[in-house]
């Protein structure tokens, strides 16, 4: 990985983690082989992260920063809230696509020997947007009179299980299986059964 000079040392050493990620599924990334991709010594890496685990939660950081920064415009554009769903899904999709080392962390595959609360932190980031998709079907409940064949819990967890899905088949496909390759045709058969006409 040629990195930049100019960068900031700490997004050289979160741009080389992510890239021997990607470069090496499946592995466990040692400091020393951070350190070395870097061109640093592990002295230098730890004057910028305390330990791996801190590299880690500042991939974690930018993951989170992305999808909700985006999120929260896709809720505040004017369409209705199955759109807004799909939109929501398909950067979550897109994003894991264009950062394919950094997907490992969301699927674990990456978190393997780490501290659990790397796992945590990652759970905490679908909880989080799972309340985020719950909140937008329950206001189109109210607002917009929408009825789902099933509860608001059950209908976001489909939807939200189905991309994690992708993502997984992403990253056990050595990055093969694109995770937004069909999703936009597959999305309406998904929903069809979601909303219940009334009379």
Same mark, same amino acid.
């Given at each position: 990985m040629n990195t930049n000079n100019k960068k900031p040392r700490r997004q050289q050493i979160l741009e080389a983690l992510a890239s021997m990620l990607e470069a090496s599924p499946g592995a466990r990334i040692t400091t020393a082989a951070l350190a070395k991709e870097v061109g640093v010594s592990e002295a230098a890496l730890y004057r910028h992260f305390p330990s791996k685990s801190k590299m880690f939660e500042g991939l974690?950081?930018?993951?989170?920063?992305?999808?909700?920064?985006?999120?929260?415009?896709?809720?505040?554009?004017?369409?209705?809230a199955l759109e807004r769903c799909q939109k929501i899904l398909h950067l979550l999709l897109a994003f894991s696509e264009r950062n394919p080392g950094i997907t490992r962390i969301l699927t674990g595959d990456a978190l393997a020997g780490e501290t659990e609360r790397l796992r945590t932190r990652v759970s905490q980031?679908?909880?989080?947007?799972?309340?985020?998709?719950?909140?937008?079907? !329950?206001?189109?409940?109210? !607002?917009?009179?929408?009825?789902?064949?099933?509860?608001?819990?059950?209908?976001?967890?489909?939807?939200?299980?189905?991309?994690?899905?992708?993502?997984?088949?992403?990253?056990?496909?050595?990055?093969?299986?694109?995770?937004?390759e069909s999703w936009q045709e597959q999305w309406p058969y998904l929903v069809r059964g979601f909303v219940v006409e009334t009379a």
């Open positions: 974690i950081e930018f993951i989170e920063e992305t999808i909700f920064t985006r999120v929260s415009i896709i809720t505040a554009e004017p369409i209705d980031l679908f909880d989080r947007l799972e309340t985020q998709l719950k909140q937008i079907l !329950r206001d189109a409940e109210i !607002r917009d009179g929408m009825h789902f064949g099933l509860s608001v819990a059950a209908t976001v967890n489909l939807m939200l299980v189905s991309a994690e899905g992708k993502i997984a088949q992403f990253v056990r496909s050595d990055f093969k299986k694109l995770p937004t």
